[in-house]
C-alpha cells in the first residue's frame, strides 16, 4: 500500500506494517527510515495494491491532474479528509469555545485565524466530484473530526468524511503493460 502525503510523522504507516501490509509513505517531509521516501507522489510510478491519502486532496492543485495521477497508482483509494467549508457559524463559535479552554490543544486558536492561514483549498464538493470522475464510489461516511484538533472531546460537528473508491476501468495504470 502507498500512503500519500504521510507528514512528518509517517500517518498510518506504521499502523498498516503492524496489520500486515508492505507498505510505504511519501511526503516530502516524510520522516527518515526504509518505509518512506521524501517526495512529492507525482515522481513516484508502479502499481500498489491501494493508496491511502489523509488530508491532503483538499491540498492537491491542479485537483483532476493530481487524482488522475493516483488513480493511476492504484485501483483502490481510501481518503480521510475534512469539509472545512461546511465549519457554519455555530460550529465555528462552539469550536473557538472549547479550543480557548483546552491551552494544550494542538488545534488552531480560532478557526478564522485557520481560515487565513490556508487559502485556496478546495472544498468537499469539489473534491468529491474530482474522485467520482476517476473512480466508482464504495464510501462516503460523515464522522465528527473537531478531535483532531482538539484531543479527546464529543464534537457536534459531522465535517470529517471517510471516502474509497475503485477505479474506473477507463483510468489508465501507470505500471508499464506486459
Ligand atoms: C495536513 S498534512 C496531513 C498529514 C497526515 N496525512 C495526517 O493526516 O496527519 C498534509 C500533508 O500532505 C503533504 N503533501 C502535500 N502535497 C503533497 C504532494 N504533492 N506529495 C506528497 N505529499 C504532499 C504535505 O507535505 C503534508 O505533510
Known sequence: MLEVGCGDEGGVVAALVAAGYDATGVDPRAPA????????FREVDGEYDAVVAG???HHLV???????KLASLAPV???????WDLIDATLQEWYDAERASRPG??????????RRRHPGLHPHDILLTALRAHYDERTLEWLPYFQH????VESPDRIGYQWAGTRTSTTRSSAPSR
Open 33 to 40: 527510515g526504509d518505509r518512506f521516501r521524501q517526495v512529492d
Open 55 to 57: 488530508r491532503v486532496i
Open 62 to 68: 491542479p485537483l483532476d491532474d493530481a487524482v488522475e
Open 77 to 83: 483509494l481510501i481518503v480521510n479528509e475534512f469539509a
Open 105 to 114: 490543544a494542538t488545534g488552531p486558536p480560532t478557526v478564522e485565524q485557520w
Open 149 to 152: 484538533w482538539l484531543g479527546d
